[in-house]
């Protein structure tokens, strides 16, 4: 039985012939379930995906975390990976991995697969109830020891999740960007990192482990996702019936839109010293703007005149015009009010690189940007969003967030409103910047 009739459909037209190419619907299985389905025949492959929606916290991230990796070890009909595999391999090389994500500040985790659509197998075998009884075999009935995980399996993926929280510090630029989020954003839940920290990582049991899970099982909402040639109806059944089990009864509590905050008077600075020889300098601007907001397309022309493209302000200037930074580039976090610039710099330039990647912000509230950069940055923001059609896994992340922010635009429809946004609109968004954080990561002396 679904609760609902979907509460939105779209769908685009292929623009040789004006034949349907994709209908999105989304559907309320059970209460706190919700099935967003993406109905085209355009791909060879099928995707589906199951996220619990968790708000991001530091005491419970690295255990949300940590639940699918150890889901995925083995369940009571297929009790180890290779007997995974092989059930796989059955769906024509398939493949179901668990997946951690953060949207503002929600905490996304589950499994996201894909296998042979339907429309590709050898002799017309359906594969979607199959894919679905797996997915929902996962999640429901892992294999277990005294009524708690395999110690061995919890064990193992403990080690790599610590593992995993140790190696972001080998990338310098992404870890200079996680530092800068955590100074910017610390108290606030989007300071925390998706997999939490190594500390409370370490600290797991399989007990803390288990109400985790059930905690997940019963409180949590629930994120489907299908993109495939099958039928609504086909599949609102196949996940209906994988998820049947599925605790009835309890509240599935959305978590909270992010709270916006104002930039300090001062900005805050942080450096930190290690040994590299290239120094990462990431600044943290509040927006005054997210995903929610009527000026949201506006944002996102400020970013792709400001540092996004190739096209640049600072692409153009402060890398190539002057050589400040080795690069040079600006991102928006869609559901929170937050932009970041990163950049590599030379030690020496540190000073010089940060006062001209403000004065180039300083001219984009100016309004001083040419006809030709705002175009430029229009086509990059419309074309980027329109091939976001072309990618399952773009369009599986894109409504993963939309749906966790309980957001119902489309692509096209985003990048239609872009194409509306006047100068002005984008001058005044840009207006709204305000530096809140200087993170600089430099060599040790």
């Known amino acids: 039985m679904m609760y609902n009739t979907p509460v939105n459909a779209y769908q685009t037209e292929d623009r040789k012939d004006g034949t349907k190419r994709m209908e999105v619907t989304r559907t309320e299985l059970f209460p706190g379930v919700h099935l967003t389905a993406v109905h085209t025949d355009k791909f060879k492959s099928a995707v589906l995906g199951l996220q619990f929606l968790l708000p991001l916290e530091e005491q419970t991230a690295s255990c949300n975390a940590l639940v699918p990796a150890v889901l995925r070890r083995g369940t009571e009909a297929h009790p180890d990976m290779e007997a995974l595999s092989a059930a796989l391999d059955e769906l024509y090389g398939g493949a179901l991995e668990p997946m951690v994500r953060k949207k503002g500040e929600t905490q996304c985790v589950g499994f996201v697969g894909s296998f042979l659509d339907d429309a590709y197998t050898l002799e017309g075998e359906p ?112 996940l209906s019936s994988a998820l049947a089990d599925l605790p009835k009864g309890a509240v599935r509590t959305v978590p909270a839109r992010p709270a916006g905050h104002a930039a300090p008077a001062e900005p805050k600075v942080v450096e930190e010293a290690l040994d590299v020889t290239q120094g990462k300098l990431s600044m943290g601007f509040r927006t005054g703007c997210d995903a929610w907001s009527e000026d949201y397309p506006a944002l996102t022309l400020v970013n792709a005149v400001y540092g996004g493209t190739t096209t640049s302000k600072l692409f ?61 940055a229009r086509r990059s923001v419309v074309s980027t969003l329109r091939t976001t059609l072309d990618s399952q896994g773009r369009l599986e992340d894109y409504w993963l967030g939309q749906s966790a922010a309980g957001l119902s635009e489309d692509p096209e429809a985003l990048a239609q409103r872009v194409e509306r946004v006047s100068r002005e609109q984008v001058t005044a968004a840009a207006q709204k910047l305000a530096l809140d954080t200087v993170y600089f990561l430099k060599g040790k002396e």
């Open 127 to 238: 594969l979607l109830e199959r894919a679905a009884a797996l997915l929902g075999e996962l999640v429901l009935r892992p294999r277990t020891q005294n009524g708690r995980f395999t110690p061995e399996y919890l064990e193992g993926e403990k080690a790599n999740l610590i593992d995993r929280i140790r190696a972001q510090v080998n990338d310098k630029r992404q870890y200079a960007q996680i530092r800068v989020v955590a100074e910017m954003c610390a108290g606030e839940p989007f300071g925390v990192d998706k997999l939490g920290s190594e500390e409370s990582a370490a600290a797991i049991t399989n007990d803390a482990l288990w109400d985790c899970w059930q905690a997940m099982l019963n409180h949590a909402p629930v994120e489907l996702y299908y993109c495939g040639s099958a039928s609504g109806d086909r599949v609102q059944s196949a």
């Open 316 to 376: 153009m200037n402060v890398r190539e015009r002057l050589s400040l930074c080795y690069y040079a580039s600006s991102g928006l976090m869609k559901y929170k009010d937050v932009m970041l610039v990163a950049s590599g710099v030379e030690f020496g330039k540190v000073e010089e690189a940060k006062r001209e990647i403000l004065a180039q912000l300083a001219a984009c509230q100016k309004g001083e940007f040419s006809d030709e950069e705002l175009e430029w």
